[in-house]
């Protein structure tokens, strides 16, 4: 059956969905135009004195990041070079929204579009670049590129795998077009045992290891080599902080009043919307205004007044302001799905969640864990939740040095995956 849908899906689907795509380009706009063209075009980027043929020479190691997953691939682009500086990394993408990210990071020497999924087009990258071996980051593992790859005598591995009980890929027809890919894959690194148990449930016959989460590495590395901050607004030691990070309008619309409720109770707050575009900056500043809330821009301040809410209108340095706090909330969980919770349980602090967090792997399992006073993640549902969490955390004010040691403890214990993937991989590829 697996073969069949494969088959379905190769030889009607893809081309189906090629020509439809390449008929609709004109009239299409922003990044699904751009993807359409940069995979038409072939479109690549060498970041290193040479050309296809030295690269291709040296057999690069090929890492394909979707988008996104390009965070869980960081560390492990930065450990391939550190133990393989001589040979080059291959980066590709299916979404343009990786290009900026691509375009900054040292350690990859080209980067390039993912061909078409169709067996020609596979078949010609695979030649032009000579990989070694080839790694999926997190998802996007596409069924024609792993049978073509196989075909081929290439290597290939998935890492930091999650698969919910509940994923679409483990259910109805789709199930079967996972079970065919995922079976022409060498090995594959799961995040926890959990993740191995969703996937017996297809039969597959490939290895699978629990090796964890890269991400958390380069959490680690972010925090370990952090970007530097205006040291003249830092809080003092004695100071209660509360961070808001990557926050839409419509946390905002349950963040504010419950600032609003605590104005008599003394903490320093940060709010760091996720937008800050001209546009939302002042309708955020406008609400602040309507409730009295006094404020200043990270950008403009050159101190941080008592009772003045730090309105963060910089990208980029959220992960170094979580180290300035003692509680947080993650945004986007008001909204549709929230952001990433790593980074502020990395920095050791609990945090609250809206309820649309369930597509947040640590957002539910740190639901389970404890710290010497409540959960390490807390769900909340109103302003008035938000304001009880936060008073009860500004009365265990003394406590909280030592919550943020637990915390950071036990997030510690994610540590080291990327080795754990890398010394997996060194045997298939040996």
């Known amino acids: 059956m697996s073969a069949l849908i494969f088959y379905f899906y190769k030889f009607a689907i893809v081309p189906l969905a090629y020509l439809l795509l390449q008929l609709l380009r004109p009239f299409l706009q922003g990044k699904l135009r751009e993807m359409i063209e940069d995979k038409n075009k072939g479109f690549y980027k060498i970041k290193i004195a040479g050309n296809e043929a030295e690269i291709a020479k040296h057999r690069p190691f090929w890492i394909h990041a979707a988008s996104g997953e390009i965070e869980y691939a960081r560390p492990v682009i930065r450990e391939l070079k550190k133990q393989h500086p001589n040979i080059p990394v291959l980066v590709t993408y299916s979404s343009p929204s990786a290009k900026k990210i691509l375009e900054s990071l040292h350690d990859v ?160 707050v940060i709010l760091a919307p996720h937008e800050t575009t001209p546009a939302h900056m002042e309708h955020l500043e406008n609400q602040m205004k309507a409730l009295g809330l006094s ?57 609250m969640v809206g309820p649309h967090h369930r597509n947040n792997r640590e957002a539910l399992f740190y639901q389970k864990k404890n710290y010497s006073s409540g959960m390490i993640v807390q769900v909340v549902h109103s302003s008035a939740d938000v304001a009880v969490l936060l008073q009860r955390m500004k009365k265990q004010q003394e406590q909280i040095p030592h919550i943020k040691e637990e915390i950071r403890s036990e997030i510690g214990k994610n540590r080291n995956s990327t080795q754990r993937v890398l010394t997996a991989i060194e045997k298939v590829i040996s």
């Open 109 to 268: 020497d080209v980067w390039c579009a993912l061909p078409w999924d169709l067996d020609f087009q596979m078949q010609d990258f695979i030649k032009r670049w000579n990989p070694r071996v080839l790694l999926f980051s997190r998802t996007d593992v596409w069924p024609v590129l792993v049978s073509v790859t196989h075909k081929m005598g290439i290597p290939s591995a998935l890492f930091s795998a999650t698969f919910a009980d509940n994923s679409s890929r483990l259910k109805g027809i789709t199930r079967y077009l996972t079970r065919y890919s995922l079976n022409h894959l060498s090995e594959i690194h799961c995040v926890s045992a959990e993740d191995i148990q969703n996937l017996d449930t297809l039969g597959l016959k490939v290895p699978m290891l629990v090796s964890g989460d890269t991400r958390f590495d380069q959490v680690f590395h972010r925090l370990e080599n952090p970007k530097a901050l205006k040291n003249q607004l830092i809080p003092s030691p004695e100071d209660f902080v509360f961070i808001a990070g990557s926050t839409w309008a419509e946390d905002e619309l349950v963040l504010l009043p419950a600032l609003e409720k605590m104005k008599g109770i003394y903490m320093r």
């Open 295 to 351: 404020y200043v821009r990270y950008s403009q301040a050159e101190e941080w007044p008592a009772g003045s809410i730090l309105l963060v209108d910089q990208v980029g340095i959220l992960a170094e302001l979580y180290t300035w706090a003692d509680i947080a909330f993650i945004g986007g969980s008001f909204k549709k799905q929230v952001h990433s919770v790593m980074e502020a349980l990395a920095a050791g602090l609990p945090v």
